[in-house]
């Protein structure tokens, strides 16, 4: 190993300039690893694993485990156990009562220590009661804090912080799931609630890293799951659902990593100045720009495809969660699809996949009725698992012409039905697919958007 493990340093090892000789070793280290195409998961866990290490010896060198009822936290992604080469350390030092001033000022040096070090640390020091009175005033500080993870001190100072951080007074349930899921309405809005931004941030552009962070947060709260992998067991996500969610969040992870390394400064915006770069540590090649329009391609797929899953399973959490939809008595539409509320739904688990015409049913009776305004969260899940499992294009089906076309003449498709059919990620596969076999003046009608 071409590093030293922060537990092999001996006292006079723990100096500025060694351990930053250190660091860089690491970081070298990793470098290395990614452009070998190791897989970026162990590389984003094995970061923070070192940092736990690295935090771990510093505690013990400054004193601190002699010190009752402290406690050193990791808190946010890093509590998550995640860190990208230029991500933020945060942590948090949480006491049972007030600090006296020396012992405060210990904590200062050991704080200025790790900064010397140039790592981005951010850090709060408090009480647990302190903790509790801040999160229930801050969504932040609260989200932060549900990721909280014991790095070293008094098991029972953190076991007390836990205590408060999961009591119902803290951070209800409902209330927590409405303020995330506003706080995400408005980041999707500073990106013009678009996955297609030219110069897109990896981490908060709509169907990026953090949509996949609200999930975990909101199943957290609610449910108790801590992984998207409990999310699965516990029976909240599919396994194909499980699966899509980690291949995408990899595939994040590696362009954010590249650019990472590409960076001095932390930053997750895909800009035009780096996307050559990014694009070739991620090994796309060709002539002049084809690997930039190969990734962002890829990029943009990956983003539609988390957009996608987080609008249907939030859905779901909306349901759960608030019960909303439940208490309605279904209104039969006819022998496959029914209203309950303004949502319509398929009355047959397998509907779509039995008959896959009956994709074009739906939307029509969306553009019939304008009281529906979307589609029930599990028959948005039978879609996405109909249209992964479709064995043949839809415009070979004489019954989905037919219907299509009927579509495309109806008044209310292109403000109602199509609109909706793009949303849930169905239109350019219905549309495209048929597009050959559609008489050119009903296809000139359909919006290029949707084409």
């Not at 070298?28 to 162990?42: G, I, R």
């Not at 590389?43 to 485990?65: Q, T």
């Not at 108790?224 to 992870?253: H, I, N, P």
Request: glycine share 6%; proline share 4%; with cysteine.
């Amino acid at each position: 190993m071409p590093y030293l493990s922060p537990v092999s340093l001996s006292e006079e090892q723990l100096t500025i300039s060694e351990l930053k000789q250190q660091l860089e070793q690491f970081a070298q280290y990793q470098k290395d690893e990614f452009l070998s195409h190791h897989p970026v998961a162990d590389l984003v866990i094995g970061r923070a694993e070192y940092m736990d290490l690295l935090l771990n010896r510093l505690w013990r060198h400054f004193g601190f485990e002699q010190i009752a009822e402290m406690s050193l936290v990791a808190v946010g992604g890093y509590g998550r156990g995640e860190l990208h080469p230029l991500s933020d350390i945060d942590i948090l030092v949480v006491s049972s009562h007030k600090l006296p001033d020396d012992i405060a000022a210990k904590i200062s040096e050991f704080i200025t220590f790790l900064w010397d070090l140039r790592l981005e640390v951010g850090h709060a020091v408090r009480t647990v009661s302190e903790c509790g009175d801040i999160g229930r005033e801050d969504l932040t500080v609260a989200t932060n804090l549900q990721e909280a993870r014991l790095l070293s001190g008094s098991e029972e100072t953190f076991h007390r912080l836990k205590l408060v951080i999961h009591s119902e007074s803290f951070w209800p349930s409902e209330t927590f799931y409405r303020a995330k899921i506003q706080e995400q309405r408005e980041r999707h809005a500073r990106y013009h609630d678009t996955t297609y931004n030219l110069e897109p941030d990896i981490k908060s552009t709509p169907g990026g890293l953090r949509d996949i962070h609200t999930l975990g947060w909101v199943a957290r709260r609610h449910f108790g799951a801590k992984t998207l992998y409990e999310m699965s067991t516990f029976g909240f996500l599919t396994d194909a659902e499980f699966r899509e969610l980690v291949e995408c969040q990899d595939f994040l992870w590696r362009v954010r990593f590249a650019l990472h390394l590409e960076l001095k400064r932390y930053d997750n915006r895909l800009t035009f100045a780096h996307q050559a770069q990014v694009a070739e540590r991620l090994g796309f090649t060709g002539e002049h720009n084809r690997p930039i329009e190969m990734m962002m391609k890829e990029f943009y797929r990956t983003l539609r495809r988390v957009a996608e899953l987080n609008k249907m399973l939030l859905k779901l959490f909306d349901q759960a969660i608030l019960n909303n939809g439940e208490e309605c008595e279904p209104e039969i539409i006819d022998d496959d699809f029914q209203r309950r509320g303004n949502l319509i739904e398929a009355r047959k688990p397998a509907l779509f996949q039995a008959r896959p015409e009956t994709i074009l049913d739906m939307f029509l009776h969306i553009a019939n009725d304008s009281s529906i305004e979307g589609v029930s969260p599990p028959t948005m899940r039978q879609l996405r698992t109909a249209r992964r499992r479709l064995n043949k294009f839809l415009h070979t089906i004489p019954a989905a012409r037919e219907k299509f076309m009927e579509l495309t003449r109806h008044p209310n498709a292109l403000h109602k039905a199509f609109s909706l059919m793009h949303k849930l990620g169905g239109a350019g596969g219905l549309s495209a697919a048929m597009e050959s076999n559609c008489r050119p003046d009903a296809v000139r009608s359909v919006p290029r958007l949707y084409r």
